[in-house]
Nanobody, 118 residues
Framework: QVQLVESGGGLVQSGGSLRLSCAAS????????MEWYRQAPGKQRELVAL???????NYVDFVKGRFTISGDNAKNTVYLQMNSLKPEDTAVYYC????????????WGQGTQVTVSS
């Protein structure tokens, strides 16, 4: 069983920065793709960024150039550095671990609130 615990959310002004952390209970980075999702009030949960086991990353267009996902294998922690924050980035941010072989396994964190004021 994998446990994911997010931290680092908070209230920040537009243009500010936050760094989210997702601490995993075990060594999962070699086996799972790590993702950050977010869900704003009244909206569906959406993928923000991911990092694969080999270290390659992908971002959705609306965060490219502003957000950076990274991982620290020694600490079993994945980060989301968020710069140039906008009010529309306000959401609950969730950490997600997923693998598809031999069958799909996935785990979610409890979420951390990010609020960006204008």
């Amino acid at each position: 069983q994998v446990q994911l615990v997010e931290s680092g959310g908070g209230l920040v002004q537009s243009g500010g920065s936050l760094r989210l952390s997702c601490a995993a209970s075990g060594d999962i980075f070699s086996r799972y793709v790590m993702e950050w999702y977010r869900q704003a009030p009244g909206k569906q949960r959406e993928l923000v960024a991911l990092i694969r086991t080999g270290g390659s990353t992908n971002y959705v267009d609306f965060v490219k150039g502003r957000f950076t996902i990274s991982g620290d294998n020694a600490k079993n922690t994945v980060y989301l550095q968020m710069n140039s924050l906008k009010p529309e980035d306000t959401a609950v941010y969730y950490c997600h671990a997923v693998r598809w072989t031999p069958v799909k396994y996935e785990y979610w964190g409890q979420g951390t609130q990010v609020t960006v004021s204008s």
